[in-house]
């Protein structure tokens, strides 16, 4: 091994040590999660606990896979210096929520401790799904593949509708605040 490709090896090894996400972060991701936060909210907890640098994207990667077990998009450096509420992360969000809910008994273990906003959404991977409607093989395998994807979307929906439900509740919640901080 040359001493330019140690140096490299030594520095490879270096950031990944240096990378390692900080249990207590995935600990309050997957609070923040259960309480509503999107993954892009998710994203700028992370940016906030570490600040931006060009593994950003690896750490972001790295959290994501150890709190919920999916793999995420891929966020440059200069996409999260855009402010937060301009992020183009919508459909991002659709997508890895789904996996979150889908990978959800992987990685919440206190699931039945408590009431949130999860507890009755089902997330089944897509080619589960395919695989169901494709098992059989006949004429019909089309309109088999078209009902597993209408499955599919029909939990994203029902998964993004109840997250637009908590999202609401706390704002609700927080504009109550300063009216009951009058009344005191």
């Known amino acids: 091994m040359s001493l330019s490709s140690f140096a490299d090896h030594n520095l490879a090894f270096k950031m990944d040590q240096d990378m390692s996400p900080d249990p207590l972060v995935i600990t309050e991701l997957r609070n923040l999660f259960k309480a509503g936060a999107t993954p892009s909210r998710l994203v700028r907890y992370i940016v906030d606990e570490h600040g931006i640098s060009p593994d950003s994207d690896r750490l972001i990667r790295a ?18 210096t855009i402010p937060s509420e301009e992020l183009p992360f919508a459909a991002v969000n659709a997508r890895t929520i789904h996996q979150m809910i889908e990978k959800r008994s992987e990685w919440d273990v206190e699931s039945d401790c408590g009431s949130n906003w999860l507890d009755s959404l089902t ?39 109840r997250l637009v439900e908590q999202l609401q509740h706390q704002v609700i919640t927080l504009e109550r605040q300063p009216q009951m901080a009058a009344i005191v």
């Not at 994501?64 to 996409?79: D, I, K, N, P, T």
């Not at 897509?126 to 006949?138: F, G, I, M, W, Y």
């Open 63 to 80: 959290y994501f896979r150890e709190a919920f077990g999916v793999s995420l998009f891929r966020a440059s450096a200069s996409l999260l």
């Open 123 to 161: 997330a089944t991977d897509p080619s589960v799904l395919l695989e169901r409607t494709a098992s059989e093989q006949t004429d019909e395998q089309s309109l088999k593949r078209l009902i597993g994807g209408s499955q599919y979307l029909h939990e994203q929906v029902a998964i993004l509708s």
